[in-house]
């Protein structure tokens, strides 16, 4: 079958470093334990389309059924109507590889960067001489990749976690079926419910009423639930019900203690019962002024953007300025020349700690203004370079425009932040293939221009000799 050399899978496929993902991902796996492994370069292709296409684990597995160029993307030598793996192979994926190993994906293609990029200005190296200490600008800032849940209200929450606690004592009294199964008032329970949530203006009176009453049922439920634990000698819930009966009480006792106290927060709040480990993120933005989900903390170099922390608590960026700029060092060998920072991160601890190491610091400086003002030139300097950071700002609108960043559909902590880290992946990628078309077609072009140069050459040689020969 012909395929068309310009096809995006094609070029895409002939650019990528499939062998050096592929050993990174093999180092993972056991040797001689386990079941034979799927193909590394069939694993890391259907990532990489997946979250290029923003797919479904079923649905990625369907597309590469019915398209060759994905096929031959996966490094398939003919087309097969078969599945390539079962999409629940995914899940084994996400929970094999989490975000620090993507982020070793992402290193080699910096490195790779760095040689193309020597190539490029010619540089040799030479043993005499002395290596830079300070090079490049690193430009850091902070997000938040927002969890696929419902937006979390105490009501809702409350209201959840009574019906999951009603689901328990199902599955507890039919492991007693001698026993009378106790009443849940689960009928009267919803409309309660249903009452003060179906009025569109919500009173603090009625609100609190509404999550006194949940309260009050799922105390009840809670009670029963230990009751006929107590009476159980040898089965129980399995673990994921367990799981869930863990989350409940710690809902329970977080939302009775805001009540009592009059509260709107507390330490380590549950949003979501589903999902227990997201946390409400503090964020101060126009759009949400709370978000729900991981907070990241990003370095970016040169358009490649790697990630340096995954925090489900709320936590204060200037705590990563440090680790990000010995970060770069480790990966560069060499510190920074600048820093590009919110003011946040530019605390004074911060700008100490950058003096001693000669790294420049990008941004104003603390205290009152001073009362001579700076001039026209030195302004418009300092705005061009503060403007430079938004480059990271520009790659968070990158990574949840198109590759929704703040969707994460993954349900537990391991596998959201291997989705999080393989979205990184597929956006450095793009970055990745970008520059190699660009040295691609500088290389066609100067190989053209020497062929040329040569052509030209070769004729005004032949017309010297044609003319030498009409002399004599």
């Known amino acids: 079958m012909n395929l068309d050399p310009n096809n995006r899978w094609v070029v ?14 093999l180092s993972k796996m056991h040797s001689t334990m386990g079941a034979p492994t799927v193909d590394a370069r069939i694993v890391i292709g259907a990532v990489i389309i997946k979250h290029k296409l923003n797919l479904s684990d079923q649905e990625t597995i369907a597309t590469i059924q019915e398209n060759v160029y994905m096929q031959y993307f996966l490094g398939l030598e003919a087309y097969t109507p078969d599945k390539v793996f079962d999409s629940s192979l995914f899940v084994k994926i996400r929970e094999r590889l989490g975000a620090a190993d993507f982020d070793q994906f992402v290193q080699e293609l910096i490195r790779m960067e760095q040689e193309a990029g ?35 209200t105490d009501l809702d929450l409350l209201n959840g976690s009574r019906e ?30 249903l009452k003060v949530a179906l009025k569109k203006r919500k009173s603090r009176k009625v609100l609190r009423q509404g999550i006194r009453r949940q309260l009050q049922y799922l105390r009840r439920n809670l009670g029963h639930i230990d009751r006929l634990q107590e009476q ?26 805001m009540y009592r106290q009059e509260k709107n927060s507390c330490a380590h709040r549950i949003v979501s019962i589903h999902q227990p480990h997201v946390r409400p993120i503090v964020r101060g933005k126009a759009k949400a002024r709370v978000e729900f989900g991981a907070k990241l903390g990003v370095s970016l170099w040169n358009g490649y953007a790697r990630i340096d922390r995954i925090s489900w608590e709320a936590y204060n960026e200037a705590e990563d300025l440090k680790t990000q700029v010995e970060r770069y060092r480790e990966l560069m060998g060499y510190y920074p020349e600048r820093v590009l920072a919110d003011k946040i991160y530019l605390n004074r601890e911060n700008r100490e700690w950058l003096k001693k190491l000669r790294i420049q610091v990008v941004g104003k400086p603390l205290g009152r203004p001073s009362r001579f003002s700076q001039s026209k030139s030195a302004r418009r300097k300092l705005a061009r370079e503060m403007a430079k950071r938004n480059q990271v700002e520009g790659k968070f609108g990158e990574g949840k425009r198109r590759y929704q960043l703040n969707k994460i559909k993954a349900k537990s902590a391991q596998t959201a932040e291997s989705w999080i880290g393989a ?12 520059t190699f078309a660009w040295l691609y077609a500088r290389i066609t072009i100067f190989i053209r221009v020497r062929i040329e140069n040569d052509r030209l050459s070769a004729n005004n040689r032949m017309s010297k000799t044609c003319f030498c020969f009409a002399i004599n």
């Open 118 to 152: 020597k190539k490029r200005a010619g540089k040799q190296e030479n043993d005499n001489e002395q290596p830079p200490t300070h090079q490049g600008s690193l430009k850091v800032d902070a997000t938040v990749a927002d969890a696929e849940i419902k937006y979390p």
């Open 164 to 193: 999951k606690s009603e689901e328990l004592i199902d599955q507890l009294s039919k492991l007693l079926p001698n026993q009378i199964k106790p009443r849940t008032y689960r009928r009267v329970a919803r409309k309660e419910y």
């Open 12 to 25: 895409l496929a002939q650019r990528l470093p499939w062998d050096t993902m592929a050993g990174l991902y």
């Open 232 to 257: 159980l000698t040898d089965k129980g819930l399995a673990r994921r019900e367990y799981d869930y009966l863990e989350v409940i009480r710690r809902v329970y006792s977080q939302q009775r203690e």
């Open 423 to 434: 979205i990184f992946l597929v956006m450095n990628l793009a970055r990745w293939s970008r």
